[in-house]
């Protein structure tokens, strides 16, 4: 079923933020988590390097030194 781009969503309630992780509504105390195990989890991930920030490192040339 696709949306229909026409409809009037002036009158929706807006939608509730989900926690990233269970998809629970988020609670402004933790958030973007709905709970302290979420964000603890989270937390985790980034210590294990299960996340990681893509980074390109510059090469060395030898050349451009001298």
């Not at 402004?28 to 989890?41: E, G, L, T, Y």
Request: negative net charge.
């Amino acid at each position: 079923m696709t949306e229909d781009p026409t409809r009037d969503r002036s009158q929706e309630a807006p939608r509730t933020p989900r926690c990233p992780l269970c998809g629970r509504p988020r609670v402004q105390r933790f958030r973007p988590f709905c709970s302290a195990r979420c964000r603890d989890v989270d937390l985790g991930r980034w210590f294990d390097a299960t996340y990681a920030v893509p980074a390109v490192e510059p090469g060395y040339d030898e050349d451009e030194e001298e």
